[in-house]
């Protein structure tokens, strides 16, 4: 897995005599320096005022800028490093993310190896300290990450520099409570990177029974039970949506089933993620602008291996199975083709209109499987349609489902951990779109609201009396032009930390 390299430890308010090479102060809207810098020798607070004064920093939010610390003044640091926070009031959890990814942005630009953090000291608008330094740990790991495993000695630019250490300061009686958070967000973080590394892996590289390997050493690292069911297993199933995508590639499908059992008698989580490995649209051929970024459809897949992963990690008291079914999308003589008709495991035969609506075939006999486990909830993630791109943009993640009261809390926590999802609507109009002529159902219902008749699709795979919530992360689970700097460019790993936030409130 790719290491979010830098290490964060904390220290209490009296340490700013700390060894470090810099020192990272706030600065609000209006060039006013957090309440903390008092707490700074004389001389440093001073040369401060003195530069906000003359405003080199207006302290708008992603301001940075570097000082230097005349020796002799108290101070064993060498630089100062000001950071915009924005005004007062807009300060959220998710500025403090992004500050946070930019305060190791500018440390590695400028060669620091070492920071020491003064912004959580002060509470920020309504944030008190031990969040404040949370938010921007986890920016700050979010936004290390990179995945430049296939960048070798042939790339001419230098490597860029690892800020080693970052190093918060908090008042005294947050401690405790400061390393119990930080030590929960390494670890839900640690399976963002997981979902991210691979989901940035290539189609060549990352086939389903690659996948089923990874989902095999997670069980050996970690309290995690796998079952692989094989093309055998999953025909003796009657699993043959998952097989029809599967069978134009010469990587057999399969579906990877994680189990993370520490919840005693509470009732059991299930979360479906999307795994199609390359979506190339298979017979229904995509355009070739932009293909590539089908490798990114494993993506709902992803989330549920770093959610299990982080849960696990975190030894959190709850019952959680995760199904990932996995295929490759390809033409071939061995393609399925439009017009196909196929037996779900579920007993409901699919028209198969167009072989590129092929996630929510691979669903179908996933959701089907799930209840199995008898879950209270079920929690799907899917790169599902297109349609939700256009719908939501990179912004928001689409929310669908059964049941008001789980799409409620999966709003809350998105709101919470910055991955907001959105809801539409599941009228039962929309039912009509997916009727077809030939078997009970089709695999498209047409070019309108093409978001919901998927979701549609999918609500024939779950029984009615569970709670069940669909989410379409085409447009949020990946993004190659990012400007944020905790979200580097590729795979976000979306998703993981919504079912962390989710899992951690409800301790399902
Ligand atoms: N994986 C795609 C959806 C997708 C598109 C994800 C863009 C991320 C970015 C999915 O399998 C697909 O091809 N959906 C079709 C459905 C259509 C044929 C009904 C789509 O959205 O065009
Ligand atoms: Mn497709
Ligand atoms: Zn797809």
């Known amino acids: 897995m790719s290491e979010a390299h830098v290490k964060i430890h904390l220290f209490d308010e009296t340490s700013v005599a700390h060894e470090a090479d810099l020192l990272v102060i706030g600065v609000h809207s209006g060039g006013e320096a957090q309440a903390a810098l008092a707490r700074c020798p004389d001389g440093v607070a001073r040369e401060v005022k003195r530069v906000l004064k003359a405003g080199w920093l207006r302290g708008d939010a992603g301001e940075t800028l570097f000082l230097p610390v005349v020796p002799g003044e108290g101070l064993a640091v060498e630089r100062l490093l000001l950071v915009g926070l924005g005004k007062r009031e807009s300060v959220t959890l998710e500025s403090l993310r992004a500050l946070g990814a930019s305060v190791v942005k500018a440390c590695e630009k400028s060669a620091v190896d070492r920071a020491l953090v003064l912004v959580s000291l002060d509470e920020q608008h309504g944030i008190g300290p031990s969040r404040v330094m949370a938010a921007m740990a986890e920016g700050a790991w979010l936004g290390s990450y990179r995945f430049d495993r296939y960048q070798g000695v042939s790339r001419k630019d230098a490597p860029r520099h690892r800020l080693k250490r970052l190093d918060f300061l908090l008042p005294a009686a947050r401690l405790k409570g400061g390393r119990k958070r930080l030590e929960r967000i390494e670890k839900i973080t640690r399976g963002v990177m997981l979902a991210r590394d691979l989901c940035n892996t290539p189609g060549n590289l990352l086939t389903p029974d690659v996948l089923a390997r990874k989902g095999r050493e997670l069980a050996e690292r970690l309290p995690i039970k796998t079952t692989i069911f094989s093309p055998q297993v999953l025909a003796q199933k009657g699993m043959n949506g998952i097989l029809a995508v599967g069978q134009g590639s010469a990587h057999p499908p399969c579906m990877i089933i994680l189990e993370y059992r520490k919840g005693g008698d509470r009732p059991t989580l299930a979360v479906v993620g999307k795994a199609v490995t390359f979506d190339s649209g298979g017979i229904s051929l995509k355009p070739g602008a932009k293909m590539e970024e089908m490798k990114f459809d494993m993506s709902g897949g992803a989330a549920v291996f770093g959610f299990l992963h982080a849960i696990a990690e975190m030894e959190l008291p709850i019952n959680v199975v995760g199904i990932v079914p996995a295929a490759e999308n390809l033409p071939s003589g061995t393609a399925q083709r439009p017009g196909d008709v196929i037996k779900t495991a579920r007993g409901i035969h699919v028209e198969v209109i167009n072989t590129d609506a092929e ?131 590729g795979a976000v790993g979306v998703g993981v930390r919504l079912l962390c936030e989710y899992a951690l409130a409800e301790r399902v």
């Open 359 to 489: 996630g929510r075939l691979i669903l179908a006999d996933a959701l089907h499987h799930a209840a199995t486990f008898d879950p209270d909830v079920i929690i799907d993630l899917a790169t599902l349609t297109g349609a939700c791109v256009i719908a939501l943009g990179s912004h928001a993640t689409g929310l669908m489902g059964n049941h008001k009261g789980l799409r409620k809390k999966l709003r809350k926590a998105g709101d919470r951990c910055g991955e907001r999802v959105w809801p539409l609507p599941m009228f039962p109009e929309y039912q009509e779109q997916i009727k077809s002529v030939v078997a009970d159902i089709k695999n498209v219902g047409g070019r309108e609201a093409g978001t919901i008749t998927a979701a549609c699709f999918l609500s024939r795979f779950v029984d009615e009396s569970r709670a069940w919530a669909h989410l379409d992360i085409a447009g949020t689970a990946y993004d190659l032009s990012s400007s944020k700097p905790h979200m580097p460019k």
